[in-house]
Nanobody
């Protein structure tokens, strides 16, 4: 079955960095558009960054210039490099894979930005 497993979350001070990873299995990874979403307490889940099968990227305005999404099709893994983290980046971060009508989610990883 399809699995998306996130890792790399944790507690970091404001201004710090984290790199999230999402390892995919059970799907033809290179075909999928991959995305990172986040959900803060009391808020709706929102798109943070996406990367197409061809490598095109898009970012939410709130993270442009600070976050970078990338993918390694040889490792079936998508990454989110997060720099200059702010308290408002605190959320559960979810990995998503989409292809045609198919959409899969990981279980999420907590990112907390606090001093």
């Amino acid at each position: 079955q399809v699995q998306l497993v996130e890792s790399g979350g944790g507690l970091v001070q404001p201004g710090g960095s984290l790199r999230l990873s999402c390892a995919a299995s059970g799907l033809t990874f290179r075909l999928y558009t991959m995305g990172w979403y986040r959900q803060a307490p009391g808020k709706q889940r929102e798109l943070v960054a996406g990367i197409s099968s061809g490598g095109s990227t898009n970012y939410a305005d709130a993270v442009k210039g600070r976050f970078t999404i990338s993918r390694d099709n040889t490792k079936n893994t998508v990454y989110l490099q997060m720099n200059s983290l702010k308290a408002e980046d605190t959320a559960v971060y979810y990995c998503n894979g989409k292809w045609a009508t198919l959409s899969y989610w990981g279980q999420g990883t907590q990112v907390t930005v606090s001093s």
